[in-house]
């Protein structure tokens, strides 16, 4: 009986592998055979002190330490997690401070953010960088969120582009339109902002000065704020960005890869703006879209971009070089390693995948790397 248990259990594993077997990148390297697999740390971050409670986490970021970054929003919780008895002003929790820090294992390390002299606390907070000098980027989404603030990492504030409640449309070289994501180049130090739910581009301004650099909209042309129809797989493809622009993120052999969130797909381009390529990624995804934020594998090639889906509830595992399909994980529900509003993701040293969820679901979830596992 214990023979046969034992064969049980390998002859599972072995189907659970080959479900994830899909697509070959065409060209070989370290991990061409292979594709990326991940276990859930159920137990991961530590509960919080101080009766604290998170909200929707609208940001995931890691640093130089390995240390994991969220932005949430204190403000969405309200009625929800309070039993009926109480008011929403005699509330069981405290709402944490909206940046966290933790380290590797989960334990808090510091804690801040809101309101504060000098800078513009937006309403809505959205998106999270930690850049090469440990700099905190965030940006903000809600109708009045028209800037992205930089901060220390204890806190002290640096340096705010934008202004709230103004925005200029998608060709304002001043003015942004509730920024989504950031993403700062240590090479040249300018900050690449997805700007955003109003707007349709990406912008690039010196990331110390605040001074801008250049902007662009899809296929790099410039952005057009007209009316269009709602994306339909059935047509050609959108020649403008939708709503929302929703990340961006530089790769290791400095390409810039464009979330266009609503359009289900990934556009490439050059640091100057050129466009490469496009890939749509579960183009039949209709509603919030199937793109929401991208981060890329640890090795040095980084072989894998994953992708964050919100709205199909789980993670793409796609090969950069041709942003083809190569495996996906997770699924809606509310167990560990499911999603419910999945809307964020970032990739430690070590491999390991830190998601954030907002709406409902409300979380900060860790995957451990397990190995990259044959698909032959």
């Not at 929403?88 to 401070?97: H, I, K, R, V």
């Not at 700062?184 to 000065?209: H, K, S």
């Not at 993670?315 to 996906?328: D, P």
């Amino acid at each position: 009986m214990k023979k046969f248990y034992h064969y049980f259990v390998v002859a599972l594993f072995l189907f659970s592998v080959a479900c994830l077997r899909t697509n070959k990148p065409e060209t070989a390297g370290e991990y061409a055979d292979s594709i990326p697999v991940f276990r859930t740390d159920p137990f991961w971050p530590e509960p919080l002190p101080n009766n604290w409670l998170i909200g929707q986490v609208a940001g995931v970021a890691t640093d130089s330490k390995d240390h994991i970054w969220i932005v949430h929003r204190p403000n969405s919780l309200g009625e929800d997690e309070a039993v009926q008895t109480q008011s929403p002003a005699e509330l069981p929790y405290t709402p944490a401070p909206p940046i966290i820090e933790f380290d590797g294992k989960g334990k808090l390390i510091r804690a801040w953010g809101g309101p504060g002299e000098g800078f513009d606390w937006p309403e809505n907070e959205h998106g999270i960088y930690i850049d090469h000098e440990d700099n905190v980027w965030i940006g903000g989404s809600g109708p009045v969120d028209n800037q992205v603030l930089k901060f220390r990492p204890e806190g002290t504030f640096t340096l705010q582009i934008g202004t709230t409640g103004k925005t200029g449309g998608s060709n304002d070289t001043t003015l942004l339109g509730r920024p989504a994501d950031i993403d700062v180049d240590p090479i040249t130090n300018e900050v690449y902002i997805a700007d955003g739910y109003q707007n349709r581009r990406v912008i690039i301004f010196d990331a110390t000065t605040g001074r801008y650099k250049r902007h662009w909209g899809a296929y790099g042309n410039k952005p057009d704020d007209s009316p269009r129809d709602s994306y339909d797989p059935d047509m050609p493809p959108p020649r403008q960005f939708g709503n929302p622009v929703h990340a961006v993120r530089i790769s290791s052999d400095n390409l810039v890869y464009v979330c266009d969130r609503s359009n289900d797909r990934i556009q490439v381009f050059q640091k100057d703006g050129t466009f490469v390529y496009e890939e749509f990624i579960a183009g039949r995804t209709m509603g919030n879209g199937s793109t929401w934020d991208i981060d890329f594998s640890c090795d040095p090639e980084q072989t894998f971009i994953y992708v964050a889906d919100g709205t199909n509830q789980c993670i793409w595992i796609l090969w950069r070089e041709s942003l083809k399909v190569a495996g996906n994980f997770g699924r809606i529900g509310r167990y560990p390693g499911q999603f419910i509003w999945l809307h964020s993701l970032a990739v430690d040293s070590r491999g390991n995948i830190y998601t954030g969820e907002v709406h409902t679901g409300k979380r900060v979830q860790k995957f451990i790397y397990q190995a990259n596992l044959s698909k032959e």
